[in-house]
């Protein structure tokens, strides 16, 4: 076993395993093919492990390198820490959560432990469609969402890791007649309009993902509605409107509605944190390394098989 393991060679296995893929792995950081290839297996030979099953078709991580992963996260952290004192601190790193008591803010509060010496400011925005535009303009650093439904424009600047299959739910007027149920079976939103961001230019991801859920269910996307603001002027919409409101398990439950996840079977959806591509940041890698260890702690990316899972290119 090794003294000391050059970090390039740590970085390389990172992205390698967060891409399963050589050739956008070296596009990542800049290197050919060749030279990535070649530091990992330098690194395998140090470890004395294998780290990828690499085949024609396919790159897959094995248990070790399972393992690896989140300590390489550490300590690539730790040296972008290191860097950023040395040249007196990183800027803070402004993160978008969409909305205060979901997921992504238990992901910022680890990244806070494991980061404790730098700024991430937290921020809510609806909609990672619109916070992808915000980072590409500068006025961002990182989001959380539905990254698979990015328009390709967007998605091709930005570097994503899949952070959890989150089971959908519908919000609900608590005098609904679905509001009885303790779980909502999913069709039983048949012949239903349910609200899911549709004419919100910041919400497309979610919209579109709607519609792929639905397709072939006789369940329909409601109409475009006033874009509401504040718990009050949501409450008062969803109200007025009626609307079954597609959301996820950890939504927030607002004055007078509830919150019914659904089933039979239970749609996942694939939550990823996004940045732009080249961010380097203390920040960044905290926040990667926490939502791959609370990942591992609960479960998060080993659905139920009787669930709903969209596909895998959806990520």
């Not at 659904?262 to 959806?269: A, G, N, Q």
Request: aromatic content about 4%; proline content about 9%.
């Amino acid at each position: 076993m090794p003294h000391d393991i050059d970090p390039r060679l740590l970085r390389a296995f990172t992205t390698t395993a967060e891409e399963l893929h050589f050739t956008r792995a070296a596009a990542r950081l800049y290197v050919a093919q060749q030279a990535l290839s070649r530091d990992v297996r330098r690194l395998e030979r140090e470890l004395g492990v294998e780290l990828f099953l690499r085949t024609t078709r396919q790159v897959t991580l094995t248990p070790d390198g399972e393992r690896l992963l989140p300590y390489a996260r550490r300590v690539l952290a730790a040296q972008d820490e290191l860097l950023a004192a040395c040249a007196g601190g990183a800027p803070p790193l402004l993160v978008d959560l969409n909305t205060e008591g979901m997921v992504s803010g238990r992901v910022l509060a680890r990244a806070r432990e494991l980061a404790p010496r730098h700024e991430l400011m937290a921020r809510f925005q609806s909609g990672l469609t619109g916070a992808a535009a915000e980072i590409l303009a500068g006025r961002l650093d990182a989001s959380f969402g539905y990254a698979g439904g990015l328009a390709p424009v967007l998605r091709d600047a930005l570097s994503h890791q899949l952070v959890r299959y989150e089971p959908m739910a519908v919000l609900l007027p608590a005098d609904h007649p679905l509001a009885r149920l303790p779980e909502v079976p999913l069709d039983a939103l048949v012949g239903q309009s349910v609200y899911a961001g549709a004419g919100n230019p910041g919400t497309v991801e979610w919209t579109g993902l709607a519609r792929r859920l639905f397709a072939g269910r006789s369940i329909e996307v409601a109409a475009p509605a006033p874009m509401a603001v504040g718990a009050e002027e949501s409450r008062r919409v969803m109200a007025k409107h009626r609307n079954p409101v597609l959301a996820v398990v950890d939504f927030p439950v607002m004055p007078d509605t509830v919150l019914r996840p659904l089933v039979d079977p239970v749609p996942l959806s694939p939550l990823s944190l996004v940045w732009r591509k080249g961010l380097r940041h203390p920040g960044v890698e905290a926040l990667r390394a926490a939502a791959a260890e609370l990942g591992a702690e609960e479960g998060w990316l080993d659905p139920d098989p009787r669930n709903l899972l969209l596909p895998l290119s959806l990520h």
